[in-house]
């Protein structure tokens, strides 16, 4: 049984997940820190969120750019996307205005993607499937 992933959505994902537990965490669960658990403002986890959208939107934009639709501009929106990302690791008192221009890029990037692949129509589409197997 194979398993169908599309990438573009499971990077949205991903960029909203990350974007929800930036934004909303802190605000719902700011009494986690009574039970000794320090995920809202545990960098480890911060950077591993950030690694995980990278990889995961590099992939989906790399193969929809080499494989469809050979567009750079959501390669490049993503990247000044993940630019904010670990630059708001890095002037933490400047979060929340890096915040969100970067969830705006990586999300922008992901949705451009997924259009310009809808978009592109060609005669080999047996080799050019959006999805890859798993």
């Known amino acids: 049984m194979s398993i169908k992933v599309n990438w573009d959505a499971f990077g949205i994902a991903t960029s909203l997940a990350c974007a ?3 934004a909303i965490l802190p ?5 986690l820190p009574l039970f ?3 995920i809202i403002e545990n960098r480890w986890f911060e950077y591993l969120m950030i690694g995980i959208a990278f990889c ?3 992939y989906a934009l ?9 567009s750079w501009l959501p390669l490049v929106l993503f ?6 990302l670990v630059t708001k690791m890095i002037f933490h008192a400047l979060q929340l205005w890096l915040l969100v221009p970067a969830v705006i890029l990586i999300v922008t990037a992901h949705f451009l993607n997924y259009k310009l692949c809808r978009v592109h129509n060609h005669a080999h589409a047996d080799d050019c499937s959006h999805e890859s197997v798993i």
């Open 36 to 38: 000794g658990v320090e």
């Open 20 to 22: 929800i537990h930036c």
């Open 79 to 84: 990247s000044i996307g993940m630019v904010f």
């Open 56 to 58: 995961v939107g590099s």
């Open 27 to 31: 605000l719902v669960l700011t009494s």
């Open 62 to 70: 790399y193969h929809g750019r080499k494989k469809h639709h050979h």
